[in-house]
């Protein structure tokens, strides 16, 4: 399966090859990003106005993109009742790249609202109702457009902030996070500005220079970076704002579980027993490669014990 999913990204990559950041100009980000703290960076402020239809909760993104596509933020939105009251508990769920469904996300929606909990899952930018017209769901997420990319987490980041702020102030006083991949990523970093009530990190990528330049899922991209002059050094110096492992969480960390693949190349279970212990959370690992369903099996059993 990973191979399968490997050769597909790469082709897609392939397809985007053209879009690499110039030398000048990444240089010039890295310079004006570099007096930026986290908080700053990834500040975000409450959403002007939003819109509840047919269940999905929208409103626009504090970032604009060039795509109007990916300008409204999309969620959404599985009540645990029919009054639709936010003061259940709410569950955020978080993608991963290029998430080619919803389905198995849908499921786990019901078993919450089941248990009380309210769920929410927001579009991520670039994916689903955020496509632009003439790409593939979320390729343009993750490129050899590195200032994109970067601008890319910090969008969907103040998006998920709003998001927070938004249901703590419908009264929704307990939030969780489940996060795969991609949406791992956001989810570590956003646990260094947010507080919730728990969070399952499944295969979260922690590290940018082995998934850009190290692991099966770069060839296409890493290849392109290094003709164009850019190196591991380059994120590197951006680590600071978009490193998980550069601050810690403020989630208490016995409610924060990491959840490895033994066969992971994009998420290496060797680094993620680092992060962990860095963290000092609890680390799962199952027997399988970046995709696959035995983690979420286990996500879903942890889930259930943490949302009593």
């Not at 978009?242 to 969480?249: C, D, I, L, N």
């Amino acid at each position: 399966m990973d191979s399968i999913m490997y050769g597909m990204m790469n082709y897609v990559q392939w397809q985007l090859r053209h879009e690499v950041s110039s030398h000048e100009a990444l240089e010039t980000y890295l310079k004006e990003c570099a007096s930026w703290d986290r908080a700053s960076y990834f500040s975000a402020p409450p959403m002007k106005t939003y819109e509840m239809d047919n269940n999905i909760l929208s409103w626009e993104s504090p970032i604009s993109s060039s795509f109007v596509e990916n300008n409204c933020v999309r969620v959404l939105f599985f009540p645990a009742s029919k009054k639709k009251s936010d003061h259940h508990p709410t569950l955020i769920i978080l993608h991963a790249l290029m998430s080619a469904s919803d389905h198995g996300y849908r499921r786990i929606a019901a078993q919450m609202n089941q248990r009380g909990w309210n769920v929410l899952f927001p579009h991520l930018p670039f994916h689903y109702s955020r496509r632009p017209r003439g790409h593939t769901n979320g390729a343009l997420t993750i490129t050899t457009d590195l200032i994109r990319n970067a601008e890319t987490v910090r969008q969907a980041i103040q998006e998920i902030r709003q998001l927070m702020l938004w249901l703590r102030m419908q009264g929704s006083e307990r939030i969780g996070i489940l996060a795969t991949s991609y949406g791992g990523w956001l989810a570590s970093l956003l646990l260094s500005l947010e507080h919730v009530d728990f969070a399952i990190l499944l295969q979260p990528i922690i590290d940018l220079n082995v998934a850009l330049f190290h692991s099966p899922l770069a060839r296409m991209m890493g290849s392109s970076l290094r003709a164009h002059g850019v190196t591991p050094a380059h994120l590197d110096r951006h680590a600071h704002l978009t490193g998980p492992a550069h601050e810690q969480p403020l989630t208490p960390s016995e409610r924060i579980v990491v959840i490895g693949g033994t066969y992971d190349c994009i998420a290496p279970p060797k680094q993620l027993q680092h992060f962990s212990s860095n963290w000092n959370v609890h680390y799962e690992e199952v027997a399988q490669g970046h995709f696959g369903y035995k983690a979420m099996k286990k996500a879903i059993l942890i889930l259930q014990e943490m949302s009593h």
